[in-house]
Antibody, heavy 119, light 108 residues
Framework: EVQLVESGGGLVKPGGSLRLSCVASGFNFRTHHMNWVRQAPGKGLEWVSSINSRSTYIYDADSVKGRFTISRDDAKNSLYLHMKSLRAEDTAVYYC????????????WGQGTLVIVSS | SYVLTQPPSVSVAPGQTARITCGGNNLGDKSVHWYQQKPGQAPVLVVY???DRPSGIPERFSGSNSGTTATLTISRVEAGDEADYYC???????????FGTGTKVTVL
């Protein structure tokens, strides 16, 4: 089955760190650019970070630049988001999203993992 | 930074047509993608590259993009179309993806 499964979310204190994981299956992971998108409770979608298929290009939203790091391990079909210096406003469901080949749309999404930043 | 503006809500009767707009500077020069998100679920791509549909998406969903406005049109609206809809583009000037503010479609 073609799918993305996120994990690693949870409750963390302000200033803390967390690593999210996304495991891909059913498709050739190494050929796709990958992304993280988040959604705060009751709010809209916010793009967080992107990494290309060869890990040579990484783009980050201004709101997370310098605090979040996207990475991938093609041997493990896995995408990661390392988050540090977490703030209350980082509380959200974090989605892993596959970028379609040769285009900029996100054609496959995981079910999301919830991160709560609170003392 | 680039901004995409959508109406907060659109209401439509079953069987009628819903039109959801997405406004942005020179938006017609970009490729616009549209996502449907139902409560508690992940987003689903419904239109990409302005007007193309992924496999499995009904022909009732169509898109257009010109000037400063892109439009997602849902024809013959059904109760199951009730959801939040988001437009999205790649802004090459900032190397950022941008999502629209989102539109809640209510089927009366």
């Amino acid at each position: 089955e073609v799918q993305l499964v996120e994990s690693g979310g949870g409750l963390v204190k302000p200033g803390g760190s967390l690593r999210l994981s996304c495991v891909a299956s059913g498709f050739n992971f190494r050929t796709h650019h990958m992304n993280w998108v988040r959604q705060a409770p009751g709010k809209g979608l916010e793009w967080v970070s992107s990494i290309n298929s060869r890990s040579t290009y990484i783009y980050d939203a201004d709101s997370v630049k310098g605090r979040f790091t996207i990475s991938r391990d093609d041997a493990k079909n896995s995408l990661y988001l390392h988050m540090k210096s977490l703030r209350a406003e980082d509380t959200a469901v974090y989605y892993c999203a596959r970028q379609a080949l040769a285009t900029g749309n996100f054609d496959l999404w995981g079910q999301g993992t919830l991160v709560i930043v609170s003392s | 930074s680039y901004v995409l503006t959508q109406p907060p809500s659109v209401s439509v009767a079953p069987g009628q047509t819903a039109r959801i707009t997405c406004g942005g500077n020179n938006l017609g020069d970009k490729s616009v993608h549209w996502y449907q998100q139902k409560p508690g679920q992940a987003p689903v791509l419904v239109v990409y590259d302005d007007r193309d549909r992924p496999s499995g998406i009904p022909e009732r969903f169509s898109g257009s993009n010109s000037g400063t406005t892109a439009t997602l049109t849902i024809s013959r609206v059904e109760a199951g179309d009730e959801a939040d809809y988001y437009c999205q583009v790649w802004d090459s000037s900032s190397d950022h993806y941008v999502f629209g503010t989102g539109t809640k479609v209510t089927v009366l």
